[in-house]
């Protein structure tokens, strides 16, 4: 279950990254084709948000893989799965089904990380 949950871990890492990163660094006018949802907040929010993914994702990985307080990486997976919630409500109110069914499964896979690592999995 370990090795599940570091690859778990390490997807969503990936993933929270790379889409963290691209809201950090690039424009609004940009994202909007992509990320239709852009349109409805300020760019700060948008970065903000972006900034926030991204520093979740390094908190997946490298609080357990250093060793430092390793403590931090369920928080951080718990921090995501609050943004899917909340990613999941912009998405039903813009009436975007697809979104939504996204935002639930990495809703449930943070889920399962914290779970895991708060509980029978700690490191």
């Not at 990254?17 to 949802?37: D, H, S």
């Not at 926030?52 to 995501?80: H, M, N, R, S, W």
Request: net charge positive; with cysteine.
């Amino acid at each position: 279950m370990n090795v599940f949950l570091w690859v778990l871990q390490s997807l969503l890492a990936g993933m929270f990254a790379m889409v963290g990163f691209m809201k950090t660094t690039q424009p609004k006018e940009e994202l909007a084709p992509r990320i239709p949802w852009v349109e409805d907040y300020s760019a700060t929010t948008v970065r903000f948000i972006g900034a926030v993914e991204f520093l979740a994702a390094l908190g997946l990985i490298l609080p357990a893989a250093t060793g430092i307080i390793p403590a931090l990486t369920p928080l951080a997976a718990t921090g995501l799965a609050i943004i899917m919630v909340l990613a999941t409500v912009v998405h039903a109110r813009r009436k975007e089904f697809q979104g939504v069914a996204f935002n639930i499964v990495l809703l449930a896979l943070c889920a399962a990380v914290a779970w895991g690592r708060f509980g029978p999995y700690p490191f």
